[in-house]
């Protein structure tokens, strides 16, 4: 197995780990609103959007 392979695999189960661990209610203020989400909840979505902008990073590399 490559060694970026591997390093991938050990960061997700890390996040995985972390993630499982955070299961109180959060509240956020964002502007006028309030939202109260899991914590799980608001951790997947933060690790979605950077996993999204990292991807849209590189691709947007190659093209320059």
Known sequence: MKT???VILVL???AVVLVIQNS???ELQIFFWKIIMS???FMV???AV???LGFLATKLKKKS
């Open 45 to 47: 979505g933060l690790l």
């Open 4 to 6: 970026k392979t591997i």
């Open 12 to 14: 997700i189960v890390l």
């Open 39 to 41: 914590r799980i909840i």
């Open 50 to 52: 950077g996993f999204a």
């Open 24 to 26: 109180a209610m959060v």
